[in-house]
């Protein structure tokens, strides 16, 4: 059975490009969270979709990052005009959202290597 | 408020033998505690979670224990074996409409030796 997919799985880019970070959750998964997570620690929230709304985006770092999920399925993740300390592994989950304790799904992760 | 604090950093077990890796929160509006499982190169995996009226949870060699008053839980893996070696993820989460906001712990990395 499909998971949640993201690519690239790595990505280096050289400071001061835009990137973009794709998430293809699993279907019919009306949540779906980003993490950021730096090298020998715990992923930290990003931001979270309800199906197409966005409904809390106050772990984005900064105003150079960006999330949309314009049709309430695939998401991307843009980071524009990348920093060294932007380098990290970008996680997506996915989960039903309908229940208590809602089991997020994880992808593998993209690695963002910025130059 | 937000932080989820676990402990150890790092260890060491014999095969067969008990693993046991703590967490501490500070909020106590959270209502659901995970414990995730994550291997190199992978997404974590959830392993086993509690809500905060219940003191214990058992799944195989799995164990949570939840002391509520002390805003503290832990993981138990019994019989401890080299497969199990990975980095474990304590959270905790208000649960509203789909597992809101999980806070991480900075991880515990496992090494079973055989």
């Known amino acids: 059975g499909a998971g949640v997919s993201q690519s690239p799985r790595y990505k280096v880019a050289k400071r001061g490009q835009d990137v973009a970070l794709r998430c293809d959750p699993i279907?019919?998964?009306?949540?779906l969270f980003w993490y950021q997570q730096a090298l020998g620690q715990g992923p930290e929230f990003l931001t979270y979709f309800q199906n197409e709304a966005q409904l809390d985006k106050s772990g984005l770092p900064s105003d150079r990052f960006f999330a949309e999920r314009p049709e309430g399925s695939v998401s991307t993740l843009k980071i524009q005009r990348t920093q060294q300390e932007d380098s990290a592994v970008y996680l997506c989950?996915?989960?039903?959202?309908?229940?208590?304790?809602?089991?997020?799904?994880f992808g593998p992760g993209t690695r963002l290597t910025v130059l | 408020q937000q932080q989820v604090k676990q402990s150890p950093q790092s260890l060491i077990v014999q095969k067969g033998g008990i693993s046991i890796i703590n967490c501490a929160y500070e909020n106590t509006a959270f209502d659901y505690f995970p414990w995730y499982q994550q291997f190199p190169g992978k997404g974590p995996a959830l392993l086993i979670a509690?809500?905060?009226?219940?003191s214990e949870k058992k799944e195989g060699r799995f164990t949570i224990s939840f002391n509520k008053s002390a805003k503290q839980f832990s993981l138990h893996i019994m019989d401890s074996q080299p497969g199990d070696s990975a980095t474990y993820f304590c959270?905790?989460?208000?649960?509203?409409?789909?597992?809101?906001?999980?806070?991480f712990g900075a991880g515990t990395r496992l090494f079973v030796k055989a």
């Open positions: 989950a996915s989960s039903t959202g309908l229940a208590w304790g809602n089991e997020q799904f």
């Open positions: 279907s019919g998964h009306v949540s």
């Open positions: 509690i809500r905060p009226d219940v």
């Open positions: 959270a905790a989460s208000k649960d509203s409409t789909g597992g809101f906001k999980t806070i």
